[in-house]
């Protein structure tokens, strides 16, 4: 059984700052890495997929992955309000494995 | 992506009663699926559902109580069979498909069904 933990927060930063959101997984054979985002009363959204260990950049956000140490996180730069939503970790396997979510807080 | 909608978006239902939930993609997918989160919680896959075959069901969710059709590659209906408030919950339905550039198999989610039984 894959597990997926995430920290459920609430991660308060505040505005320009950098949020740095973790994950750790349990699957050693897990070969995809995703983060979706997902704002209160609607559904998640994928802002970031990752496959091969090391850095991956898109726009504000960076994801890790260090399938050494099953671990996988998401950085976001300059942190607006409008990121301020739950943000969820999903390990592939047969189908996706969802942590829990950590909340992030982005103080104006 | 794809453009994924779901019928209906809410809904509030009578315990004993039955709701099918309809999912539309607008390009064909081998892979869609089926998702429920309740409130505060994270998703929970209730079953995958391939064109031309049986679904297949997570451990917890049986057929007799979250029927699936997948009648072919555009369209799926989840139906959440003889309802208690404890069915109250968001449900998802997913596909799986191709990412831009990357052409890895990602999972992009539709809008939601938002339940409540009384």
């Known amino acids: 059984q894959k597990e997926v933990e995430q920290n459920s927060g609430p991660l308060s930063v505040p505005e320009g700052a950098i949020a740095s959101l973790n994950c750790t997984y349990s699957d050693r054979v897990s070969q995809s890495f995703f983060w979706y985002r997902q704002y209160s009363g609607k559904s998640p959204e994928l802002i970031m997929s990752?496959?091969?260990?090391g850095d991956k950049e898109d726009g504000r956000f960076t994801a890790q992955l260090n399938k050494a140490s099953q671990y996988v996180s998401l950085l976001i730069r300059d942190s607006q309000p409008s990121d301020s939503a739950t943000y969820l970790c999903?390990?592939?396997?047969?189908?996706?494995?969802f942590g829990s979510g950590t909340r992030l807080q982005v103080q104006p | 992506s794809a453009v994924i909608s779901q019928k209906p978006s809410r809904d509030i239902c009578q315990r004993g009663t039955s709701l099918t939930i309809q999912c539309q993609v607008d390009?064909?997918?081998?892979?869609m699926f089926w998702y429920r989160q309740q409130p505060g919680q994270s998703l929970t896959l209730i079953a995958t559902?391939?064109?031309?075959?049986?679904?297949?069901?997570e451990s917890g969710f049986v057929i007799d109580k979250f029927p699936i059709s997948r009648p072919n590659l555009t369209f799926s209906t989840l139906t959440v069979s003889n309802m208690s408030p404890e069915d109250s919950s968001i449900y998802l339905c997913?596909?799986?498909?191709?990412?831009?550039?990357?052409?890895?198999?990602?999972?992009?989610f539709g809008p939601g069904t938002r339940l409540l039984v009384l």
């Open positions: 997913s596909v799986e498909m191709g990412e831009y550039a990357s052409y890895q198999e990602t999972q992009y």
């Open positions: 390009s064909q997918v081998t892979m």
């Open positions: 990752i496959y091969s260990n």
């Open positions: 559902a391939n064109q031309g075959s049986e679904a297949t069901y």
């Open positions: 999903a390990v592939s396997g047969r189908a996706l494995t």
